[in-house]
């Protein structure tokens, strides 16, 4: 049987039953219950998977679609959905993802009439997306929004690229897409240069391989669906989409896929949203295009997957990218063992771990990590809060050290370093992202969790991937 969000979920079943659970009353993922629901749990150090079977849409009803939240949360999931051991440790599936990503398998066709995703079709007025039960995820939010796997192709070789965007909800077939200048974006400019829509897709659910394997963070060459069938370990099933034929192909095993076209020479006020380091990520414009939705495909039972962005920094992408920058750091070193994104808020902290065979090489190594792309609530504080020129002191050796301390050089004496990482005072400062507080007053655990299955969720500390 294909991989899919299905068969993942089947796996958890056998290998993790209580850390999957169903919520069976009416929850509003666009009033912030799932939100609240989530973040209550958290603070408990309960990460279950979550599936809503009764979720209303934006259109307020109760539909044909679930909501599935907490999929790939934490490190024994990620585990489960790449075919590891419970005992591997983080560098060793680090490793196997550059063994995935090295070993790409090319994706198959099947016709429309085998693909699950097309056991539900909808286009031109039929389109409404506000029949899915899209969350608003925290406070000061500019609206619901959709943040998964989108799918462009480029336009002269023909290589398919996958990427993760922030996407506002603006109608019933248009969204903003925000677009950091990378791989999408190039994509997106090609043809607006030549005055030519972008043809477009987004994946709403599918197994977390798919989604960690679209978080490859190689050369524009590279055609994600090769990567992401490495991961899968097995060919990424695909099948025309109902816009634009065998030029946008879309998987057929995925939950939901929505479609349409990036439309050129316009441009679209998104934001603000509460973005993967756990700040409210401003209003954005002059990258975010126009993304007309034209056609709706989705399973039978659909379930809708969402992420709450600062919830752990996505912890299913921190992965790959450690893969990635162990690739880029092992250019540049060979002695590089592990490279650790570590901790929660983590996507700026980077760790390298290495057999030093000369004194150069921990500068090789980091000088190749910070060419790349961009544990604690204090890692995170270093991370978003600190300009090292503005906020970084470094004091002569005038201080006693500690006579253990081999770096020593003086037999006592010892030189200081000073961080400042609190919020500035003297200029505006972007708040920290949160589920309002009269939402999380107003959602009690025990009214949508019974005691008893809550008590059987275990606790994870490994969550946040410390």
């Known amino acids: 049987m294909p991989k899919s969000l299905r068969t993942f979920l089947d796996d958890c079943r056998r290998e993790i039953p209580n850390e999957i659970i169903h919520i069976n009353k009416e929850v509003n993922p666009s009033h912030y219950d799932v939100t609240a629901i989530i973040k209550h749990l958290g603070a408990m150090k309960k990460f279950p998977i979550i599936i809503f079977d009764k979720p209303l849409n934006l259109n307020r009803r109760v539909g044909d679609m679930k909501l599935v939240m907490n999929c790939e949360i934490s490190q024994r999931k990620a585990q489960i959905a790449l075919g590891l051991p419970k005992e591997s440790t983080r560098p060793q599936m680090a490793e196997r993802c550059l063994e995935m990503e090295e070993h790409r398998i090319p994706p198959t066709v099947v016709d429309k009439k085998e693909a699950p995703v097309k056991e539900n079709v909808k286009v031109g007025r039929e389109v409404d997306l506000y029949e899915i039960p899209i969350m608003r995820h925290h406070e000061m939010d500019g609206g619901p929004y959709i943040v998964l796997s989108t799918i462009t192709r480029d336009r002269k070789s023909k290589i398919y690229n996958c990427s993760y965007h922030r996407m506002e909800v603006k109608s019933k077939n248009t969204t903003a897409c925000y677009a950091s200048p990378r791989h999408l974006w190039k994509i997106y400019r090609d043809h607006e240069d030549n005055n030519l829509e972008t043809p477009v897709a987004t994946v709403l659910g599918h197994h977390p391989a798919y989604h960690m394997g679209a978080c490859y963070s190689g050369p524009f060459e590279v055609s994600e669906y090769d990567v992401i069938g490495g991961y899968l370990g ?52 002059t990258t975010c295009a126009i993304y007309e939705v034209r056609a709706i495909n989705y399973r039978k039972g659909a379930m809708y997957q969402s992420v709450i962005t600062p919830e752990g920094d996505k912890p299913w992408m921190d992965l790959p990218r450690e893969g990635a920058y162990l690739r880029r750091c092992r250019e540049a070193v060979p002695g590089v063992t592990a490279v650790c994104k570590q901790g929660r808020h983590a996507h700026y902290n980077v760790f390298i771990s290495m057999k030093k065979m000369s004194e150069g090489d921990p500068g090789r190594a980091a000088a190749a990590a910070l060419t790349f792309v961009n544990p604690t609530d204090i890692l995170w504080a270093f991370a978003t809060r600190v ?35 609190t919020r500035p005072l003297d200029r505006p400062f972007s708040p920290v992202s949160k589920c309002p507080d009269d939402a999380m007053q107003r959602i009690k655990l025990e009214d949508f969790i019974p005691g008893e299955v809550l008590q059987h969720i275990p606790t994870d500390r490994t969550s946040y991937w410390c």
């Open 234 to 285: 097995e060919p990424l099933r695909l099948t025309p989409s109902e816009t634009w034929g065998e030029d946008l192909m879309i998987p057929a095993d995925a939950e939901i896929v929505i479609e349409g076209a990036l439309i050129p020479g316009k441009r679209i006020v998104e934001g603000p949203f509460g973005e993967a380091p756990g700040y409210l990520g401003p209003q954005r414009y």
């Open 387 to 421: 300009q090292p020129h503005r906020q970084v002191s470094i004091l002569q050796p005038l201080f006693r050290g500690n006579f253990l301390d081999p770096s020593l050089v003086d037999e006592i004496k010892t030189s200081g370093m000073i961080v400042d990482a």
